[in-house]
């Protein structure tokens, strides 16, 4: 039982270059969310999405784009990454709007 | 907007004494709250949560927390702490299928 699953695990950017963060769930969960994590910030919500086809910003999303073409991907994607992107991120699903969030092992890029 | 603080970046406690992790809560609508933990290196799971009903909610690895509306909070608590309960511990509210975390506290327990 896979859950969610995230690559790549590592990664190291230089600044002005792009990537794509992957995501995907087996569990048929319709919500899914991107975090980042920064020390001691807690989470901060990037984007997130409630179904295939429909995403919507969270407190976070200057610098990054998603999609969700089906319901169980979604990329996350840095354009044109800056040092303040460095972080780690994590990605989440959920099966319906009060329901626990399932974590992936997280994301971390360094943007140097 | 909803919001969440935990006040305690840090919260030490010796094994076999009862622990508190502290949360208070702000949201317009019914309150869903919840704990998680972070072991290093890890991603977040899920520990327990309050929907509604009983005040005092059971979750995994023996904590349970106390849900006061008067006093918006959610404490996460346990009986008797083990040294394995030392992790990064994150309060949650979620409203309108986005979930808010506080900062987080830093258990420690020391044998």
């Known amino acids: 039982n896979a859950g969610v699953t995230q690559t790549p695990k590592f990664r190291i950017l230089k600044i002005g270059q792009s990537m794509t963060l992957q995501c995907t769930q087996d569990?048929?969960?319709?919500?899914m969310y991107w975090y980042r994590q920064d020390p001691g910030m807690g989470l901060k919500l990037i984007y997130y999405?409630?179904?295939?086809?429909?995403?919507d910003k969270g407190e976070v999303p200057n610098g990054y784009n998603v999609s969700r073409s089906t319901t169980e991907d979604f990329p996350l994607r840095l354009e044109l990454a800056a040092p303040s992107q460095t972080s780690v991120y994590f990605c989440?699903?959920?099966?319906?709007?009060?329901?626990?969030?399932?974590f992936g092992e997280g994301s971390r890029l360094t943007v140097l | 907007a909803q919001s969440v603080a935990q006040p305690e970046d840090q919260v030490n406690v010796a094994e076999g004494n009862p622990l508190t992790v502290k949360c208070t809560y702000s949201?317009?609508?019914?309150?869903?709250l919840f704990w998680y933990v972070q072991y290093p290196n890890r991603g977040l799971q899920f520990l327990l949560k309050?929907?509604?009903?009983?005040?005092l909610v059971k979750g995994s690895y023996g904590f349970e927390a106390e849900f006061n509306k008067s006093q918006t909070s959610f404490h996460l608590k346990k009986p008797s702490a083990l040294v394995s309960d030392s992790a990064l511990y994150f309060c949650?509210?979620?409203?309108?299928?986005?979930?808010?975390f506080g900062d987080g506290t830093t258990l420690t327990v020391k044998p």
């Open positions: 989440a699903s959920s099966p319906f709007n009060t329901g626990e969030l399932f």
């Open positions: 569990m048929n969960h319709n919500y």
């Open positions: 999405s409630v179904g295939a086809g429909i995403t």
């Open positions: 949201v317009s609508g019914n309150p869903y």
């Open positions: 309050y929907i509604t009903g009983d005040n």
């Open positions: 949650a509210v979620r409203d309108g299928g986005k979930s808010t």
